[in-house]
């Protein structure tokens, strides 16, 4: 059974900084893409920043420059540095990854980590 737990969530003041991690578990046989997304009160969920298996990355406007989306594919961990963070950053995160396992290949998602940045 493949599970995605997600940490580091927290409260910070704006401006401050957080670092959430994304630890895939369980049996599978590779991972491919992952990303982060958050969803706010009232809000859809929205994607924040993707990582392919290779490398490349892609990021939401509103987090370019701010927001650094890594992996480590030894741990099969994926990490988000969110800096310089603003009120509206607030929302519950939420890690997705593509997986290819026995049963074929899976969207998963995490529990979800929440983020609150106070003003």
């Known amino acids: 059974q493949v599970q995605l737990v997600e940490s580091g969530g927290g409260l910070v003041q704006a401006g401050g900084s957080l670092r959430l991690s994304c630890a895939a578990s369980?049996?599978?046989?590779?991972?491919?893409?992952m990303g982060w997304y958050r969803q706010a009160p009232g809000k859809q969920r929205e994607l924040v920043a993707r990582i392919s298996s290779g490398g490349t990355t892609n990021y939401a406007d509103s987090v370019k420059g701010r927001f650094t989306i890594s992996r480590d594919n030894a741990k099969n961990t994926m990490y988000l540095q969110m800096s310089s963070l603003k009120p509206e950053d607030t929302a519950v995160y939420y890690c997705?990854?593509?997986?290819?396992?026995?049963?074929?290949?899976?969207?998963?998602w995490g529990q979800g980590t929440q983020v609150t940045v106070s003003s």
């Open positions: 369980g049996s599978f046989f590779s991972i491919n893409a």
């Open positions: 997705n990854a593509y997986i290819s396992h026995t049963g074929g290949n899976t969207n998963f």
